[in-house]
C-alpha cells in the first residue's frame, strides 16, 4: 500500500491573505482513463501549446504571476545546498525568485526565444528539452520546474532529475493552480463551451484543483516510477491576487489552452472574457507542489 502523500510542514503560519500553507494531508493521487484533452492527459507531446509562450515572452513574464514567497522558502530550507536547475526557465519568473533567496540558478529550456529573456535578466540558460540535455557531469542540490514540469516526459523527467542531484537534493515540481469565484467561473464555463472543443469545454465544469491533479498523478508515477527517490509529498499554499479586466485579458494568450483557436476566433473568445470579468476580480490561487527527495 502505498505512503500517503502528506503536506508539508516547514514554514510558519503567514499574515491574514498572505500566502497560507496548508497543513490538511492529501491523498496519493490516482492516475485514471479520462475524457480529458491530451492537453492534461499527455502534454509533454503537446510541444505546440509548449512552444506557443515563447511568441511574446516579454507579455508571457508581465501578465503571468509569480510563486507565494513561502512556497520558495519552503523549497529552499528543505534542499541541501544553493545550487538550483530550473527545468524549463521560461522567462525567469520562478529562477528570479530563487536568486533573491539566495540561490544559484542554472536554466534549461526548449524554447530559444524564452530563454534569451532570462539571460537578459542575468541568467545561465541552455536551450534543450530536458529529457535531452547533457549536464555534463553537473550535480545540484534540487530541480526546480515551475509551471512546466508537464511539458517533460513523467518518467525520463525523474530519471533525469535523479541523474543530477546531489545527496540529500531534491526534486520539486510546482504549479499555480486557479480558481475565480463562483459567478466568474460560471462565466468563463460558458464562453469556453462555446469556443473550446468539447473535452476543454467540459472540463470547465471542474474545480481547477481536480483538472490539475492528472498532471500531479503524473508526477507521481514518474517519481515513484524512477526507483531513486522517498516517496513523494505534496504541499499545498494558498494566496490570491486580484486581476483588473486588462491584466487578465492581458494574461489569456499565455495560457496553452487556447494555441489552437484562429486569431479571429480568439479575439472573438476575449472580447467575451471582458464582458464576463467586468471590472475585474480576486482569484484564489493553490500552489502545489509535488516534491521527493534522492535516495
Sequence with gaps: MPTPIAAAGPGQPQEPQAPQESHQPHQPHQARQ???SDLFQAPHRQ?????SFGADPARYDRARPAYPEAMVEAVVAAAPGPDVLDVGIGTGIAARQFRAAGCRVLGVDADPRMAEFARRDGFEVEVSTFESWDPAGRAFDVVI?????HWVDPAAGAARA???LRPGGRLAAFWNVFQPPPDVSANMAAIHREFMPRPMAEMSSKSALEVYSLMFAKAVDGIRGS????EPEE????WERHYTRDEWLDMLPTQGGYTHLSPERFAELTAAMGDAVGDGFTAQYTAVVVTATIR
Design 34 to 36: 479520462s475524457d480529458q
Design 235 to 238: 504541499w499545498r499554499f494558498e
Design 227 to 230: 526507483a531513486a527517490f522517498d
Design 47 to 51: 510541444r505546440q501549446a509548449a512552444e
Design 162 to 164: 535523479a541523474g543530477v
Design 145 to 149: 520546474a515551475g509551471q512546466t514540469w
